[in-house]
């Protein structure tokens, strides 16, 4: 569930607002517009350029068909109060009270003293300031209102050919989706090694592309030499909308393609002679006889092709009768199992 914060344009024209009056001592609530079926964080403000405020408590009244209070938040101004609470008097009544007897709020501060958390449904509803009392009984009070609006949100949809070539750009096409949002951004992300040719975007970080619009199309290069095989192309973009500010999605549709390429040919495995020449000097020598008993005594761990030499009897592993054998064929006593020459 989303909460709702209020925008910076709402807070300067309501500071304006106050700036036009005779009170430097101020409680007020802002004019909001929300989203509805949702929580929504409502501040209370207020500004004491003259008056300290130790103890205070007022009530919102409202509209309970419309909202339903929900839970307390402290505000900017009362986060180290001693003492704070907001709790529902009635339906449409909820009372704030705080007080600290250290700070307070000083004489010149401006900031929030609640941030209370509603959940509303959708209509129209007042928010009244009521019954200051203590500190701020003799405040300027300005009420504010709660409007709901329906959020809206717009994504991509793309569309693939099924297949490409190695080497030659295809096209990728785009179509708008959802509802009256605007989708302010568009982002990409290719296969590692391809390239996106058109437009031209404005940023890219290693193979994802991002462009501050909605895209119509795009196209793309795979490599020259390109692995065949299917691969991924995924992206997001984010729309913005005046009741729901910005929205990230996914962008549907198709999600990879074949491409036609180059198919690697597998290097083949060489013959495993056991000869016994393990150096692969062209001679059978002692030296090899101890490198297989090296071998054998897990001293060394041969490459492929030493393995295969040393294993001279053919028989599992590399064992101390393999460089026996090995030893012996040195002084044409005994043999491998594929001869030298």
Known sequence: MITVRLGLLSSILMLLCIAG?????????ENLTVPQMELVVIPVHLVNDDTPVQTFSFHIHYDPSIMTFDSEGRGTLTESFEMFNACQINPGDVQVSGSDSMTGIP????GTCAELVFAVTAGYSNLDLNQPTDDIAGFNQIDGSLYTCIPEMAWLSRSLPETCQAGVPFDVNYSY?????T?????ETVPIGWTVLEPSWDE???NVYTWFQALSYCTILPPHAGVAGEYTIAGETVSIHGCNGEETRDITG??????WGFTPTPTPTPDCLHTGDVNGDGSLTSEDAQITFNIALGQYIPPYMEQCAANCNGVNDVTAGDAQVIFGAVFAMDSCVDPLF
């Open 21 to 29: 009056t005779a009170a430097n001592d101020t409680l007020y609530i």
């Open 107 to 110: 004489a010149g501060s401006s």
């Open 177 to 181: 989706q959802g509802g009256t949002a």
């Open 183 to 187: 989708v302010i951004e568009t982002s």
């Open 204 to 206: 890219q970080s290693g």
């Open 254 to 259: 198709d999600g990879s393609i074949y491409l």
